[in-house]
Each structure stands twice: as C-alpha cells, then as structure tokens.
C-alpha cells in the first residue's frame, strides 16, 4: 500500500510521459482548430460550416444506431429519430 509521501511520485511516473506528449502536441496545433480559432477571434468564416457538422454527427449517429440495432438507418436523421436527442441509453421505466 502507498503512503501519502509516495503518492506525488506515483501520479508523476503515470502522468510524466503524458505530461510531455502534451507539450509536444501544443506546438502542433491541427490546422482545422487554429482556422475555427482565427475565425472565432476575428468575426471570419469558420472552415467547417454548420452543415458540415450536422452532417458529420448525423453519420455517427447512424452508425452507432445501426451498430447498437442492427437495423439500416436513413439519412438525415429526423427528429422523431430515437438517438434525435443524444446517444445516451434512456432509463427504463
């Protein structure tokens, strides 16, 4: 069992290679998010519209519909759609 002392240097040994993954990954900003970010500080067009985005998640959802059902699903997903709302499962009543 870890004692209190210990546990900063356990948090370190997992996190470390992490913590340097990350610093290597802020220099390398994927160009799509530092365009969204321009765009947004500046009032410009986004790279990505809002139909771009819908499309791309109503595919997800299909996919993942499809996948959890086994039944085809159609696109566009209307709003009758049972994942229309979210992919989280609904509680049972």
């Known amino acids: 069992m870890l004692t209190t002392p210990h546990a900063p240097?356990?948090?370190?040994?997992?996190?470390?290679?992490?913590?340097?993954?990350?610093a290597h990954m802020a220099t390398?900003?994927?160009p799509?998010?530092?365009?969204?970010?321009?765009?947004?500080r500046s009032g410009g067009e986004l790279p990505v519209t809002l139909?771009?985005?819908?499309?791309?998640i109503e595919l997800c959802t299909a996919l993942y519909h499809a996948a959890?059902?086994?039944?085809?699903?159609?696109?566009?997903?209307a709003a009758d759609h049972p994942l229309y709302g979210g992919w989280?499962?609904?509680a049972r009543p």
């Not at 799509?32 to 947004?40: G, V, Y």
């Not at 139909?51 to 791309?56: G, H």
């Not at 959890?68 to 997903?77: A, C, G, K, Q, W």
């Open 32 to 40: 799509t998010f530092q365009r969204s970010h321009d765009a947004l």
């Open 51 to 56: 139909a771009d985005a819908r499309a791309a």
């Open 68 to 77: 959890r059902t086994r039944e085809p699903v159609s696109l566009p997903i």
């Open 9 to 22: 240097d356990l948090v370190y040994y997992v996190l470390g290679p992490a913590r340097s993954v990350a």
């Open 28 to 30: 390398r900003v994927n």
């Open 88 to 90: 989280q499962p609904r």
